[in-house]
């Protein structure tokens, strides 16, 4: 071979790999560029932009964005990107209504909407159960299952996810205390009030607080057999004023008693060593427990590794005598990991606090309220606050929703939702006691009329009428949606048949 060309071909050979590497260096270079939201727009100007995810029940929904129909984004179930800032985005699909919502996109960063819901125009209802001989009722927070109950001791258990709800009749007459039986006829009659039901996640137990008298009763209900049920306020001959499920079967539980924490083994019928002293508020993810409790003496003091119990206790609690009003009380927030020797201390406040532990993305979170103050914080870097806000209303409860996206704070029917995806809180009214039709949608009834809204208070919708106030509401498998109406239990289609 003529050397000249040899060397022809191999400086070749050399250029075409050194624009082949640097092609793929500047495409990777593109691609990350595009990952982190930056775009060329119309005017040929690199701008930082965000990305909207979005889909709906039912799918294929048409996407509006700022009245604009996208050719990027025709329907739901995909993803655009978004310049930074409001959008205003609604959704629409043939024999249905529609969905809206302003939403703020972050450069860089990822705006889910996953949660839209339109119902189906023209549903027909049709009756399931004739429901006349009970008069209330629990759905489990799988919104799969229901207990119907009454006066008498022979209750109606409801599996809803299947074609034909055949009720199973469960016997609680040697469950509850409050349970009476009439001399002449022999029949057993349910005495009590029922203060809550908690269906557990696998929906296989309801663990019930019911008031008897002047006193609270608990009882773990097995919804699958009755005889492994418990009546906890007799099986530990003491009385709790909290109890929480802990695990998704219910065979361990979070108790309070004389202000203290205890965890519960339901197969073991044994109740832990204090897990933590005058505890005011709780709340649990897994095994991690986050809690609001008064302050003690030295909270960085070690436990005795010589205590006789797998968990020890707390130090002793510092309490102003009964005649020393100048000493005001302080309180703590602490996490507890159970298994842990000691509570980890993370905060001081001045009133008890509510508490909730949540778990959002990969990251798990710490919210305190404080009087009308919110503050949140990453649990494994709890001084570095991720965000904090301020009320109009003092709330008295909070709930985590559904994959901790966001939690609802209300004081009777005053709410407010925080929004972990969009990182804020909006307050908003509902107009009576309120229940969640699924995960991220939560209903009242007024006037026999059923409203449902979404998790923030928005796309508020009237989508029955003439239903019992008395009774849940539910839907389940996002095909049908329950109520009950006029002594019967109905069903509507959510989805074409």
Do not use: C
């Not at 727009?41 to 700022?66: H, W």
């Not at 919502?101 to 949660?115: A, C, D, M």
């Amino acid at each position: 071979m003529n050397p000249i060309n040899s060397k022809k071909q191999s400086a070749k050979v050399i250029v075409s790999e050194v624009i082949m590497v640097v092609a793929v260096i500047i495409t990777v270079i593109i691609l990350a560029l595009l990952v982190s939201g930056y775009w060329l727009n119309s005017d040929f100007k690199v701008e930082r932009n965000g990305m909207l995810q979005i889909s709906s029940l039912p799918t294929g929904a048409n996407v509006e964005i700022d009245g604009e129909s996208s050719s990027w984004l025709e329907r739901t179930n995909s993803s655009k990107i978004l310049k930074s800032g409001e959008h205003h985005i609604i959704l629409t699909k043939d024999g249905y209504d529609s969905w809206a919502k302003t939403i703020n996109i972050s450069e860089g960063l990822l705006y889910r909407l996953h949660y839209p819901r339109l119902f189906l125009n023209n549903r027909t209802a049709s009756s399931v159960l004739d429901t006349t001989k009970y008069s209330s009722a629990t759905i489990s927070s799988a919104h799969n299952s229901a207990l119907l109950m009454n006066d008498t001791t022979k209750w109606a258990y409801l599996n809803l996810d299947t074609d034909n709800p055949e009720p199973r009749t469960l016997d609680v007459s040697k469950l509850f205390a409050s349970i009476t039986t009439d001399e002449e006829t022999g029949s057993t009659h349910f005495t009590g009030d029922i203060i809550k039901a908690d269906w557990d996640v696998d929906a296989s137990h309801i663990l019930f607080s019911v008031k008897n008298g002047d006193s609270i009763e608990w009882v773990l209900l097995d919804v699958n057999n009755v005889d492994k049920s418990v009546n906890l306020t007799k099986e530990f001959g003491t009385s709790f004023s909290r109890i929480e499920i802990l695990d998704n079967n219910s065979n361990n539980l979070l108790a309070v008693r004389n202000h203290n924490l205890h965890k519960i083994d339901i197969p073991g019928r044994l109740i832990s060593a204090i897990l933590v002293k005058d505890i005011e508020d709780f709340d649990h993810f897994n095994n991690e427990i986050v809690f609001s409790a008064l302050k003690t003496i030295d909270d960085s003091e070690e436990t005795d590794s010589e205590s006789s119990s797998d968990v020890a206790e707390p130090p002793i609690l510092e309490q102003p005598s009964e005649d020393d009003s100048s000493l005001a009380k302080q309180y703590v927030v602490g996490l507890f990991k159970l298994g842990d020797a000691k509570p980890r201390i993370l905060t001081d406040t001045t009133i008890p606090a509510e508490v909730t532990i949540s778990k959002f993305y990969d990251s798990k979170y710490i919210t305190i309220v404080e009087d009308k103050h919110i503050s949140v914080h990453q649990k494994d870097d709890f001084d570095e606050k991720v965000s904090h806000y301020d009320l109009t209303f003092s709330p008295d409860a909070a709930k985590v929703g559904h994959d901790g996206e966001f939690i609802i704070l209300n004081k009777n029917y005053q709410l407010a939702t925080l929004d972990m995806e969009a990182n804020l809180v909006r307050e908003w009214a509902i107009e009576g006691p309120y229940g969640w039709l699924d995960n991220d949608m939560l209903y009242t009834i007024s006037d026999g009329n059923l409203i449902v809204y979404d998790y923030d208070g928005l796309n508020r919708r009237v989508i029955a009428e003439q239903v019992s106030n008395d009774f849940p509401v539910a839907i389940v498998g996002d095909k049908w949606l329950y109520y009950f109406k006029d002594g019967k239990l109905m069903r509507e289609w959510l989805v074409p048949r």
